[in-house]
């Protein structure tokens, strides 16, 4: 078991390789009301894991994407008010980074501001979602457009939860891992590419050390940079194209998915400027397509894809900017981009 510890608006734990049953028992001992959020399809594994005790209450959520919309949102306030929760009460949040980030957001708003606990049950979850405060819902407008800063009191990981996920899940959390071999820890990318995608879901050894980095690698950013000014800009590497293309897959696609998409539109926007060797480029495409996640979208889309990218919270008014490399672990800002440099590199991930 390891822990790490990240510093952001409070100071709190990251515990890896635990039980999280052991935890969230001793989570409860000195609450007097607890409320267990948890996904339609995790429920019985949460119901039948955790001791009947009687200051707990599960409510069960719906799952995935369409979970954070403001109708969940009134559905949390609405047991939160009837079960007379105060500030000494506690949330806990047990489900991958839809789960996290609704249970946050609905802690963040209740008494504007009530503690809560992540147990993060899928990688994307793991390394990203349930690590750095952000917590959200989407809107028709775009994807966590509507939410807030609220870091979580503790962020239990039991990698127990990664034997049920799906293979599609596990792959589209290695994309955020990935993402941070690009941006910060090149050592992540030697570690996956020396296994196949079924070896490294085999291997708790090679998950655990991947989980460590790329959660050392969001802490520290996190740590230096918490309200998303500058710094923590460059975790949103592949973010830009990646959320227009899940909010035009209208999430058919995974996030982690959209993001592999967006890895390589940045990777090749930086090559079309000049900046990025193509080896690197190339090394993008062969680790993704490694973990079976997709690299190209459909070329129809663009038109649609245009108008999303601006909503993008990188953007400043009608100007593009994208996080870039211009080398392994050196991140860069590509500010200005045009309309024709978009269009130009869209090609080069089309189908
Ligand atoms: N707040 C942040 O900083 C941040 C960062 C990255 C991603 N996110 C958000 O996280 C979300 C994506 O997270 P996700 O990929 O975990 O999605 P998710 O929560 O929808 O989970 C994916 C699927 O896996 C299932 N599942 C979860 N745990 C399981 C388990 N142990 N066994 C079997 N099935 C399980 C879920 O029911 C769901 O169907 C997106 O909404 C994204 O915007 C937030």
């Not at 409320?35 to 894991?49: E, R």
Request: charged share 20%; with cysteine.
């Amino acid at each position: 078991m390891q822990t790490l510890r990240v510093q952001a608006e409070n100071t709190y734990d990251v515990i890896v390789g635990c039980n999280w049953k052991s935890e969230f028992s001793e989570l409860i001992a000195d609450r007097n009301r607890v409320v267990v959020l948890v996904p339609a399809t995790l429920a019985a594994a949460v119901v039948g894991s955790i001791v009947a005790a009687k200051n707990v209450k599960i409510l069960e959520i719906p799952d995935g994407e369409i979970a954070k919309s403001i109708q969940t949102l009134e559905m949390i306030w609405q047991f939160l008010g009837e079960n007379g929760f105060t500030r000494s009460d506690l949330m806990v949040a047990i489900g991958g980074g839809t789960t996290t980030d609704i249970g946050g957001f609905a802690a963040a708003t209740w008494l504007r501001g009530i503690d809560w606990v992540a147990i993060p049950t899928t990688l994307a979850g793991m390394v990203d979602a349930a690590i750095g405060g952000k917590t959200g819902i989407n809107s028709a407008f775009g994807k966590n457009l509507i939410g807030s800063f609220h870091s979580p009191r503790k962020v239990i990981i039991d990698q127990i939860w990664l034997e049920t996920i799906s293979d599609r899940d596990f792959s589209a959390g290695m994309a955020e891992v990935i993402k941070c071999g690009f941006i910060a820890d090149p050592k992540i990318l030697e570690i996956v590419e020396a296994s196949s995608l079924a070896e490294l879901r085999n291997s708790l050894e090679s998950t655990q050390e991947l989980i460590l980095r790329a959660i050392a690698i969001k802490g520290k950013v996190v740590g230096e940079d918490f309200r998303d000014n500058f710094a923590r800009e460059v975790l949103n590497y592949g973010h830009t194209m990646g959320h227009a293309i899940e909010l035009h897959s209208q999430y058919r696609l995974r996030h982690g998915e959209a993001i592999a998409i967006g890895m390589i539109f940045a990777a090749e926007l930086a090559r079309f400027k000049g900046v990025l060797s193509a080896q690197i480029v190339e090394r993008h495409h062969k680790i993704l397509t490694q973990m079976k996640l997709p690299t190209t979208y459909s070329s129809l889309a663009l038109p649609e894809l245009l108008p999303l990218l601006l909503l993008d919270k990188k953007s400043r008014g009608t100007t593009l900017r994208f996080v870039a490399l211009s080398d392994l672990a050196a991140p860069m800002r590509l500010e200005g981009v045009t309309e024709g440099e978009i269009k130009a590199t869209y090609e080069r991930v089309t189908t």
